[in-house]
């Protein structure tokens, strides 16, 4: 089926960057990175420090934001060996924001990049708590990495290196159903293109594939996307 033809499809979008509000026709949680942002009424977003933006904000500044029942999540937040701040600084704000989560009870959306063995021994320090979900967003990876990450207890969202690796991820229709997100993250417009990728790697119809998202989605972020 081609995406043209897939019409809307009721699947939440996990992770949106981009103007808050410019396409009502699809849920997204939008991403929201800098704690002076305003968002429209009738939006849901994450809101956190990225690992690229450790040491920039206070996490303090973000209270309003997280306050807001708007806000379903903490985050993106998390490790990235590519980023200019330092590492233990990283570790310090992304613990910063795992305390957060579990204090408001919201879900942690999750940026890693080339720290996996670090993000799993946060995780794994954690095992046993009755915490709020740790959403790996844009997973791409090797089956072993996706399997660690869903062994220490991780959903994972799948964007647009979907679409690029489909070819390295023949393993994807062995992760369990209900452990996928789909998201846009930079990429709005390829929203139709990555559920309907996901859904024939998973040996499902897009729409099977958008109520299982959706399902998936209320669970975690305890909001009815529809
Ligand atoms: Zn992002």
Not at 107 to 125: G, M
Request: net charge negative.
């Amino acid at each position: 089926m081609s995406p043209a033809s897939l019409g809307r499809l009721n699947a939440p979008d996990a992770h949106a960057h981009g103007v808050p509000g410019t396409d009502n026709a699809i849920f997204r949680l939008w991403n929201i990175g800098d704690p002076s942002s305003s968002v429209p009424e009738n939006c849901f977003f994450s809101a956190g420090i990225h690992p690229w933006d450790a040491g920039k904000y206070d996490l303090a500044a973000f209270a309003p934001l997280f306050d807001s029942p708007r806000c379903l999540a903490v985050g993106e937040c998390g490790l990235d060996r590519t980023s200019d701040a330092a590492l233990p600084l990283q570790m310090k704000v992304f613990e910063a924001q795992i305390e957060e989560s579990v204090r408001r009870c919201k879900p942690l959306v999750i940026h890693c990049v080339r720290c996996f063995p670090e993000f799993l021994r946060l995780k794994s320090a954690r095992k046993g708590e009755d915490a709020p979900a740790w959403v790996v967003h844009g997973f791409r990876g090797t089956k072993r990495k996706a399997f660690d990450l869903l062994d220490a207890g991780c959903v994972l969202s799948f964007g647009a290196g979907l679409l690029r690796d489909a070819g390295n991820m023949e393993y994807f229709s062995e992760i369990p159903l209900d452990r996928i997100l789909v998201e846009t993250d930079e990429s709005p417009e390829l929203f139709d293109r990555i559920l309907a990728e996901a859904a024939a790697m998973h040996l499902l119809s897009p729409s099977e594939l958008a109520a299982a998202v959706g399902v998936n989605f209320e669970r975690i972020f305890r909001h009815d996307p529809v």
